[in-house]
């Protein structure tokens, strides 16, 4: 089984960066399909970036595309997203998640992934 926790989430301005770490603080996941994803109050989590155990296969929601990067240590046990030129709409609690598969057209369902982290609280100010 696989602990996962979020780091790196806080108070940012309109245009700032901040970097988003995911690690394992129990088992290890670098044979598992990983995903960062948001949820804003009031409405459903969303799949912000996921990408294979590999480091192949990468996706982006058209939402973060050329803002956000996703990336992964497997020999450190950590998950990254790097997030840049944030907008106030990027207000969200950031979940990290694993997964056992790779699904190609379902990759964005939350029920995909059996692993999640409690989450990072990240506020983009105006």
């Known amino acids: 089984q696989v602990q996962l926790v979020e780091s790196g989430g806080g108070l940012v301005q309109a245009g700032d960066s901040l970097r988003l770490s995911c690690a394992a603080s129990?088992?290890?996941?670098?044979?598992?399909?990983m995903a960062w994803f948001r949820q804003a109050p009031g409405k459903d989590r969303e799949v912000v970036a996921v990408?294979?155990?590999?480091?192949?296969?990468?996706k982006y929601s058209d939402s973060v595309k050329g803002r956000f990067t996703i990336s992964r240590d497997n020999a450190k046990n950590a998950f990254y997203l790097q997030m840049d030129s944030l907008k106030p709409e990027d207000t969200a609690v950031y979940y990290c998640?694993?997964?056992?598969?790779?699904?190609?057209?379902?990759?964005?369902?939350?029920?995909?992934?059996?692993?999640w982290g409690p989450g990072t609280q990240v506020t983009v100010s105006s």
């Open positions: 129990k088992g290890t996941f670098s044979s598992y399909t």
């Open positions: 990408m294979r155990w590999n480091g192949e296969t990468i």
């Open positions: 998640a694993a997964g056992e598969s790779y699904y190609l057209t379902t990759y964005h369902l939350t029920h995909r992934y059996d692993y």
